[in-house]
């Protein structure tokens, strides 16, 4: 994914969050704890098998009702009532380890957009044993190497350049862990960027 590309998500994301009432993430603690909340989702879903393509896969051979039977670029660019997506979304995609995975690079750059801070590349391979080694390790071991690195960041120093340059090696991870698993994640962030539009304010009433 080029830098360009993940600000724009970035902007998008941060808009979004506008619009469903969340403000400037300034308390780093919690985004911290929020962001290592979608990895405990991610590794949730794993435990419970739910991964898009296979539910996609299975409704597409089982499936009578052509709404189900659409393979994802069909779905997010032929669903134009909010709605219809919206139950198609949360039957197929929702709540899956690529939505979850989704969700933690969503996190990242749109608390770096919501206190304007830069989206960073220079040093993107930051971690490259880790980003190895991802990409043979199970997922409930790469849920714990990201949560490691993000634990490892320092809250009192959160708007340096240093941690901003970790959090996104640590999106970037995210990004790159995706591709070796064949998950289109530009997709799946786009797509779920696109549900968050049809949320109401809060989330239907989540303090934070």
């Known amino acids: 994914m080029e830098k360009e590309t993940i600000q724009a998500i ?12 969340w403000g400037a993430m300034k308390n780093y603690k919690r ?12 590794l949730e879903a794993d435990r ?23 393979t994802l670029s069909e779905a997010h660019n032929y669903i134009s009532d909010s709605k219809v997506f919206k139950n198609w979304f949360e ?24 206190l304007e801070l830069p989206i960073e590349d220079e040093d993107r391979g930051l971690f490259p044993a880790t980003r190895e080694r991802m990409k043979e390790q199970t997922v409930a071991e790469n849920v714990y190497d990201l949560t490691k690195l993000l ?22 991870l995210c990004i790159d862990y995706a591709n070796s698993l064949g998950i289109d994640i ?23």
């Open 91 to 114: 039957l197929t995609v929702k709540d899956t380890v690529e939505d979850e995975l989704a969700d933690v690079v969503i996190r990242i750059v749109s608390c770096l957009a919501s």
């Open 48 to 70: 419970k098998d739910r991964w898009s393509r296979n539910i996609i896969m299975d409704c597409i051979k089982n499936s009578t009702d052509p709404l189900y039977s659409m």
């Open 186 to 208: 530009v997709w799946h962030i786009n797509t779920k960027l696109k549900y968050n539009e049809t949320r109401s304010y809060h989330h239907g009433g989540k303090k934070y």
């Open 151 to 172: 634990m490892d960041c320092d809250v009192r120093e959160f708007q340096n350049r240093s941690t901003i340059i970790r959090l996104c090696n640590i999106a970037y």
């Open 31 to 42: 985004f911290m704890a929020l962001t290592i909340s979608e990895l405990s989702e991610m």
């Open 10 to 21: 970035s902007k998008k994301a941060n808009e979004i969050n506008k619009s469903n009432g």
